[in-house]
């Protein structure tokens, strides 16, 4: 009797709490909130409709301050924020507002993973039972290429062109008269004068009364003057960015991941600033993808969808399981092209779940696997055809991202969802310029 009251009372505060979490959501999309500060009345700005369930034999991961850090460090170690503000003056030019700058990408990263959103596995996985105290880190290196400004003093010969007149006693050379100015000079005086008396030689010599034929030549010259100087310049640098490998994890089931991504045009023409949600859809992927980077258990499948899907339905799902094919599959990412006309969800559910279904059956991922469903799109849409039978039937964790104010408008999609996160960078756009007012 204890235990069925405990379990009923779990559920009830847990449906407390998703029903709290709405309706501040809802207040801070209607622009209500308490008062005081006007601030704090559009946040906020991500909210956690649903936590899905957890099973009573399941210990809960809490993410720690150092997991959090760890994340944040290797997101910038790998230049994703570069990636994201590109693409940001990309979608909107230069006066796209805080995202085409680096500092206010990193912090809206940082951001969204000290929320610490269920489809971000950021807390690290503890060991099975049967491994004791032999869990270890290894290492593995992800090679990265970036251009950086070097500053450097050096030391610069200034080419300095001049023309030089050059006397000499013999052509070449025009000839010219000049008169005795030095005793050196007499030696050149014509013989007649040599033979006078020397105080009569000296006296002449002092009047400037003593004819010498020389010969002048023009000749151009070029010095080079030593100056110093700092000078600017661009190389490209590899650079190594350690990734750890958590060799230990809860048992030895695969947990496979399958991320679609929506790529529709709506989440870059319906926002201000332009593109603003294509961004942040960016940045959760890539997050979700930099948080499993080190775990081999993490297996990884991606689709991107809109009208149609890519890769196309013929085709297998692109996977990515090691550290440099989950590098790679962000940079690909990064690569996308928003170009679709509608945003059909059902599809793109059915498809994954025909795609997890033969991953599952032809056994490449061994016994135990937990598969899950990661969905980011931005659109408003009917769930039909019983998608959400099919993902329980099939045992699929369905792990929601609603993008904008007009994605939270999704009653269908949140019941068969076991996860549901909110964003809207409106919110975080207008709460950020709030704070930097004050």
Known sequence: MTTVFSHFWARLERLWQTISEMWAFALALLGFGKSGNKARSIKPWMVVLRRGKAKPATPTVNASESDIRRLIERIKDLDDSDKLSERAVAFAGQSADFFADRR???????????????????ARERPADDEGDSRHFAKELVIRESEVVVREPYTLFVPQIGVENLESRRPPGYPVLRTARSLSDLRSVPMLYQNMPEDLLFARLVEGSLPILAYKEERNYLLFKEEQHIVERRERRRSHVEIEIETGSDGQSTRLMY?????????????????????????????????????????????????GMDPKPKDPPISASTVEEKDWLVRRLFQTNFCGDATRVVDALEQAVEDIERIVESGELGENVKPRIGLLTDGRFTIFGGIGAKLKRAGIELDTVLIGREAAHNPELI???????????????????AQLAH
Request: hydrophobic share 45%; with cysteine; proline share 6%.
């Open 104 to 122: 206010e990408v990193e912090r809206i990263i940082e951001e969204l993973i000290r929320q610490n959103p269920p489809f971000l596995h950021i």
């Open 415 to 433: 019941k068969i969802s076991s996860t549901v996160s909110a964003v809207d960078p409106d919110i975080y756009r207008l709460a950020r310029t």
């Open 259 to 307: 991320l679609l991504f929506d790529r529709s045009t709506s989440l870059v023409h319906n926002c201000a600033p332009r593109g603003i949600n294509a961004v942040l859809e960016l940045a959760i992927a890539a997050a979700m993808i930099r948080a499993d980077m080190g775990r081999p258990q993490a297996r990884y499948y991606f689709r991107a969808f809109a009208d």
